[in-house]
């Protein structure tokens, strides 16, 4: 008898092995979806936790009690800063008839339907 193993033997073998590192290799990559998985879901639960952006905002100018200088829309990227106040649609409204300038990037007179005079 011989001790070398048959060829036979030997491709058994390397199927077992194959077979062995695709089963780690398919568990890795069920552990990185699983993780993302989460890491979406957390995403997820904090898109739906953080509060709605308001509508409109009114932009005042500086100083204490200066008067409004502009009206913007809810996300607009140019009302940034703690002289921007929420306020309804309908004050935005009236903010605009009174020729409170409308922000030129968001464009609330077009969304709200105001034609200024």
């Not at 193993?5 to 390397?14: D, W």
């Not at 890795?28 to 639960?45: D, P, S, T």
């Not at 300038?101 to 339907?113: G, I």
């Amino acid at each position: 008898m011989s001790d070398t193993p048959s060829r036979l033997e030997l491709l058994y073998f390397a199927r077992r092995v194959v077979v062995q590192q695709v089963e780690a290799s398919l568990a890795q990559l069920n552990r990185w979806i699983a993780i993302e998985e989460e890491r979406e879901a957390a995403r997820q639960r904090a898109a739906e936790r953080r509060p709605k952006p308001p509508e409109w905002l009114i932009q005042r100018g500086i100083g204490a009690g200066s008067p409004p200088v502009q009206v913007h829309r809810g996300g607009c990227d140019m009302a940034q800063g703690v002289r921007v106040k929420e306020i309804t649609e309908d004050q935005a409204r009236r903010a605009l008839y009174e020729h409170v300038e409308a922000c030129s990037f968001c464009n609330p007179d077009t969304a709200l339907r105001v034609i200024p005079e």
